[in-house]
């Protein structure tokens, strides 16, 4: 039976996840005869509602099982981003049916969405449903390019057929529950997979004996001090009026202010940029489960 609502719960510092995760919502609010033969020819429509976790966590909620609830979020460093986690934590369902999504910068989501999945399931929800995509990789730039503009319109393509084959699993019998381990990540060539293990190995090596934060800056030469940059930082980490210099104890390296400074103001220098340019610059497809 379809839901009576779609929730969507994203973390989205970028837009990468939101625009993945509508993408999937509205597929699985419309349909057609073409999409759908055993349905009315008249499109039917289901409500979406959005709780954008971006700048500020859920309310105490409880969503019922006559709704189903997309969770979308990024990847960082092999797991769901934890200000994501952190600010879903008072959502919670009734054995409500739920769609994992995580989006990675086309390296590999690791235990991304299993995480997700059993912090979901810890709050009374039921994964009958799960994807991986790809969303240009916070650290990218013109110089280093990782998965620069996607999604893209394959990629939303493949979102909305996902959210389509969601949606006739609801129509079915009562959807089942997937084992989300059978979401695999799509291989890596070997050598560039060393080469990237080889670069980390370094790295840590180098940290142990001059550790050095990397932060998002500003150039005091091209800042007009808008404010952009502050008003969509998701962690307050840049303060208005002083906005070339990063608060380093609440940046999460997401880079939405260098993403979204509209005079190139900011950038975000780091080695792992070049290593993930190199070694993962073969364009990964989206993967599902359901």
Known sequence: ??????????????????????????????????????????????????????????AETTLPATHIVLFAVPVYGGHPAPTALARMHDLHGDGTPAVIVVVYGNRAFEHAAEELAAFVAERGFRPIAAAAFVGEHSYSSDTHPIAIGRPDASDLADAAAFGTAVRRKLLG??????????????????????????????????????????????????????????AICPTQAIVRGDETRTDAARCIRCCACVKGCPVGARSFTTPFAAALARNFGKRKPPVTLF
């Open 1 to 58: 039976m379809l839901p009576k609502t779609i929730d969507t719960v994203y973390f989205s510092p970028t837009g990468t996840s939101c625009r993945v995760v509508r993408a999937i919502a509205e597929a699985i609010a419309t349909t057609d005869r073409n999409t759908a033969p055993a349905e009315t020819t008249r499109p039917a429509e289901i409500p979406v509602r959005t709780f954008d976790l971006t700048h500020t966590p859920v």
């Open 173 to 230: 019998t009562t959807p089942t529950e997937i084992d989300i381990r059978q979401l695999k990540t799509p291989r890596t060539p070997l050598i560039p997979l060393l080469r990237f293990i080889r670069f980390v190995l370094r790295y840590r090596r180098q940290q142990r004996r001059n550790p050095v934060v990397y932060l998002p800056d500003g150039d005091t030469s091209h800042c007009t001090h808008c404010g952009r940059c502050a």
